[in-house]
Each structure stands twice: as structure tokens, then as C-alpha cells.
């Protein structure tokens, strides 16, 4: 068995190694690109490929979970955070998981989306809106067609009603904060503050989805099944936008502000 789970880490990794090293090149290839139909379609491209990817994965987890052979992890999992809470980190993760909770989420995206129509960056403000109501949609559908019980395994942390299967929270947290971040940092001069920006996005989506398993009210495949097709989501929606903005230079780049300006070089 545990021959078997390092395996699966080690081929984990190199996947991990493979799709950066893919989508960078892409990047490159796109900017690089002397044809804007061709930039334009390699970002559709590498859109639908983070789509696929994330699809797959969900799917994956979804037959496994159908067919019940996630449930003796998915309990011990939960059995071991039941087992060791803690009432100040209960407190605290109580207060972060609502960051995943639909009035928040909408705030985010209402503030955000606003913020960003104001300032010129339509095409942002559009894609925002749209993935986080895709998400909700997407979500809302998922959750009737799996229909999965919540877990019992200890006292919940925080009443719900919706069924498990995939995490809500983490698939519009997921979504969210992926997409806000995505959009900050393309605004963002410097790299270091670019993967910053990105670096706080995951910690609050780490942090939303082990809320949902501490909490009890989530098993651990529902968590990640949500976060996966979440992304999948988001990552498409990403590179969607990529693709629009590209067109809409080549035909009126008077009317294309959302990008940041190259940083100053340095004397």
C-alpha cells in the first residue's frame, strides 16, 4: 500500500512538472504568435485542455465514489480530524469557511465586477461574472444528480441542507478566488507581486476546503472532486478571456486597457 500511494505521489509530481512546462510554452508560443488568430486559438486550446484535465479528474473521483471505494478513506480521514478538534481552531475555521458560502462569494464577485467595470476592464468584469454564475449553475446541477448524503461521522460543526457530492464551498471558492486572483494579477507590474496575489488566493482556498472536512460536513473526495472541476471551470473561463482579449486588440486595441504595462527596466 505504500509502495502504491508513493507511486501514485511520484507520478503525481511529474504530471504536475508536465502541465507547467505545457502551459508556459503555450503562453510563450501565444505571444509570440505573428498571426492573432493563432494566439487566439492556442489560448482556446489551452482552455479547454485545463477543462479536460479537470473534468477527468472529477470524473474519476465521481465513479469512485459512486462505486464506494472512496468511503473507508474518506472516513478515516474525518474519523482522525473528529478525533483531534480543537475549539479555538474550530472557532476559527467556522469564520473561513463562510468565505466559501453563496452571500459571500456573490459580495466578492459584486464588489469585484464593479471595481473592475469602473475602471475600464469590461472584458475582466464580464468574465468574472460569468464564471461565477457558470459555477453556481454548474454546482446546483452536480449536487442534484449525485445527490450523496453528508457524512456522520461526528456532530457538524454548521447546519446544512444541500447534499455532499461536490463541496459547494470549495468549488466557488475554487472558482472565486482563482478567477479574482487571475484578474489582480494581470494588473500587477512586478512578478513577485503577481504570485503573491495567486500565493493568498490558494491559501484561502486551501484553508475554505479543510474548513468543510474539520467542520464534518464534507467528506475529503467531495472537497477534492469540487475544487477539480472548479478549477476546471475557472482555468477554461481564464483563457477564454486570454483569447477575447487578444481578438479585440487586433481590432480595436484602442479599447483593450486590462493588462498591466511592462515594468520599467532597470538602469
Given at each position: 500500500m505504500t509502495h502504491s500511494l508513493d507511486r501514485r505521489e511520484r507520478t503525481r509530481r511529474r504530471s504536475h512538472v508536465v502541465w507547467d512546462v505545457f502551459f508556459r510554452a503555450l503562453r510563450g508560443a501565444a505571444e509570440r504568435a505573428n498571426d492573432f488568430r493563432v494566439a487566439v486559438g492556442i489560448f482556446l486550446l489551452a482552455g479547454a485542455a485545463v477543462a479536460v484535465a479537470g473534468t477527468w479528474i472529477f470524473t474519476e473521483l465521481a465513479e469512485r465514489v459512486r462505486?464506494?471505494?472512496?468511503?473507508?478513506?474518506?472516513?478515516?480521514?474525518?474519523?482522525?480530524?473528529?478525533?483531534?478538534r480543537v475549539g479555538w481552531v474550530e472557532r476559527s475555521l467556522l469564520e473561513i469557511t463562510a468565505l466559501g458560502t453563496g452571500l459571500v462569494v456573490?459580495?466578492?464577485?459584486?464588489?469585484?465586477?464593479?471595481?473592475?467595470?469602473?475602471?475600464?476592464?469590461r472584458y475582466s468584469a464580464a468574465l468574472l461574472l460569468v464564471t461565477a454564475a457558470g459555477g453556481i449553475v454548474l454546482n446546483n446541477v452536480l449536487k442534484v444528480h449525485f445527490s450523496r448524503p453528508r457524512p456522520q461521522i461526528f456532530a457538524w460543526g454548521q447546519q446544512v441542507s444541500t447534499s455532499s457530492f461536490p463541496s459547494g464551498h470549495a468549488m466557488s471558492a475554487t472558482i472565486v478566488y482563482a478567477t479574482v486572483a487571475y484578474l489582480a494579477a494581470r494588473l500587477q507590474r512586478r512578478r513577485w507581486a503577481r504570485w503573491l496575489t495567486m500565493l493568498?488566493?490558494?491559501?484561502?482556498i486551501a484553508l475554505v476546503c479543510l474548513s468543510r472536512m474539520y467542520l464534518g460536513v464534507h467528506y475529503p473526495s467531495d472537497v477534492a472532486a469540487g475544487a477539480a472541476i472548479g478549477l476546471a471551470w475557472a482555468g477554461f473561463c481564464m483563457a477564454t478571456l486570454e483569447a477575447v482579449q487578444r481578438f479585440a486588440r487586433h481590432n480595436a486595441p484602442e479599447m483593450v486597457e486590462d493588462e498591466a504595462p511592462p515594468p520599467p527596466r532597470e538602469s
Open positions: 462505486a464506494g471505494s472512496t468511503l473507508a478513506f474518506d472516513s478515516t480521514v474525518l474519523a482522525w480530524l473528529g478525533a483531534h456573490l459580495v466578492v464577485v459584486g464588489v469585484a465586477a464593479l471595481f473592475l467595470w469602473l475602471t475600464t476592464h493568498a488566493a490558494a491559501v484561502v
